[in-house]
């Protein structure tokens, strides 16, 4: 418990807490419902929990793992009572959770041996990665950070104009080029002007297109090579952003983009629409990719450094 009050910061929590309410007021709400009445954890209960953490899109492989471990405590612990049930839920949850920041550390910050240090973003039309993007630029720039952004997704005019208003907003430069050019040459571009600039994170944005995999591996590999002229080891994270509230569907695409491209790191968004946050703790189990950011709203303070203790803290306050 100390460790938790450790980590927190109780501004961050707080809106933590706000913005997982919806989540958090389901789980919470079922997985009372699943022990009304009960005054030690069997079968019943345990089919109960199943079901919410099902329901709670945490999916179903997930769920079989945390409720096996379960069973195998209480099958220990043979009078188990339900008031544990909620500490020994949390304990398990919080260890299958992967995470890239621990402890003092779970802030926004890029290692500082890379310079620039360049941060590929990916994923479908409509998850947030422009989005994501602004906010990302701002929390850097709030760290000192110099930060450049390229907008790669060069399929829709509105993509670059929605980019821009981002970077005017954060006051940052940004590498743009005519909707319908190559994002490759974008990308290039960025890089070559983050180097001349001494920059220190370079953010790249992508078009979202998934109608077919072989052409959506063959751009995002374009974008890496040409990347590489530049900088060699680039880009040193990709970042796959998933639509928290879409649920199962965002299992779906972490699993269509794995295979595609090599991606890094995940951010989940927009958990302050959803009622289903339990997607989370699923896609990090399922994909063993760290879940490194959460969106909670549309605002530029809306992003957050995702850190297990916290999340699962969140979820499981009333
Ligand atoms: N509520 C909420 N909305 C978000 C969040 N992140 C992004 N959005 C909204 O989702 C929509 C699509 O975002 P955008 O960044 O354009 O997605 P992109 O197509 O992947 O670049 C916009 O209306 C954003 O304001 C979030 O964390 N919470
Ligand atoms: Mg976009």
Do not use: C
């Amino acid at each position: 418990m100390s460790l938790f009050k450790k980590i927190f910061s109780s501004d961050k929590k707080e809106t933590l807490d706000k913005g997982l309410e919806k989540s958090k007021t389901s789980f919470f709400g079922k997985l009372s419902k699943a022990v009304a009445g009960k005054s030690k954890v069997d079968d019943e209960v345990l089919d109960n929990l199943e079901e919410v953490l099902v329901t709670s899109d945490v999916g179903v492989n997930t769920t079989l793992k945390i409720i096996e471990r379960i069973e195998e405590r209480v099958s220990k612990d043979k009078y188990m009572g339900t008031e544990e049930l909620n500490t020994i839920l949390r304990e398990e949850i919080a260890g299958l959770l992967s995470e890239t920041h621990v402890g003092e550390d779970a802030d926004f910050a890029v290692p500082d041996d890379k310079k620039p240090y360049v941060i590929m973003v990916v994923g479908v039309n409509g998850v947030g990665k422009t989005t994501t993007i602004g906010k990302l630029a701002h929390q850097f720039k709030n760290k000192g950070l110099k930060v450049v952004l390229g907008a790669g997704d060069t399929f829709r005019a509105a993509a670059i104009d929605q980019l821009q208003v981002w970077a005017d907003r954060v006051d940052i430069p940004i590498v743009k080029q005519k909707m319908g050019s190559d994002p490759a040459s974008v990308a290039f571009d960025t890089l070559n002007s983050a180097e001349a600039d001494n920059a220190d994170v370079v953010l790249i944005d992508t078009a979202g297109r998934l109608h077919n995999k072989v052409n959506l591996m063959n751009e995002l590999s374009k974008v890496k090579r040409v990347m590489q002229k530049v900088v060699p080891d680039a880009p040193h994270d990709v970042l796959l952003v998933l639509d928290g509230s879409t649920g199962q569907n965002a299992f779906e695409q972490a699993k269509q983009f794995t295979k595609a491209t090599e991606v890094t790191s995940l951010a989940v968004t927009k958990l302050d629409g959803t009622a289903k946050g339990g997607v989370v703790i699923g896609i990090s189990d399922q994909f063993q990719i760290p879940v490194k950011y959460i969106g909670v709203g549309e605002g530029i303070e809306d992003l957050q450094v995702f850190n297990k203790y916290e999340f699962v803290d969140s979820f499981f306050k009333l």
